[in-house]
């Protein structure tokens, strides 16, 4: 059966760093694109950045230029990079798989993993 097993999460001091990672298992990892998606406390989700099979990466405007993205393809793993974290970025993150393989379609979630930050 598909799961996604999601690590890290934490609490830090804004202005820290923080890295997530999630490993897939029981599918072709390497032919469906990866998400990030938040939600933070009484919010909605919200869209935090995709890699795609091409090897292509994109961001939400309130993440772009501080997280970075990445897969490992041969560990069935995708990372979350969170540099110069703020309070705003307090929340519950999930990785999730592509519905079909490329379809900007949410399919199979992981657990959730939450990052909390404040002085």
């Known amino acids: 059966e598909v799961e996604l097993v999601e690590y890290g999460g934490g609490a830090v001091q804004p202005g820290g760093s923080l890295r997530l990672s999630c490993v897939g298992s029981?599918?072709?990892?390497?032919?469906?694109?990866m998400y990030w998606v938040r939600q933070a406390p009484g919010q909605g989700l919200e869209w935090v950045s995709v890699f795609t099979t091409g090897d292509t990466q994109y961001y939400g405007d309130s993440v772009k230029g501080r997280f970075t993205i990445s897969r490992d393809n041969a560990k069935n793993t995708v990372t979350l990079q969170m540099n110069n974290l703020q309070p705003e970025d307090t929340a519950a993150y999930y990785c999730?798989?592509?519905?079909?393989?490329?379809?900007?379609?949410?399919?199979?979630w992981g657990q959730g993993a939450q990052v909390t930050v404040s002085s």
């Open positions: 029981g599918f072709s990892f390497s032919t469906y694109w």
């Open positions: 999730v798989r592509d519905f079909l393989g490329g379809t900007w379609t949410l399919g199979y």
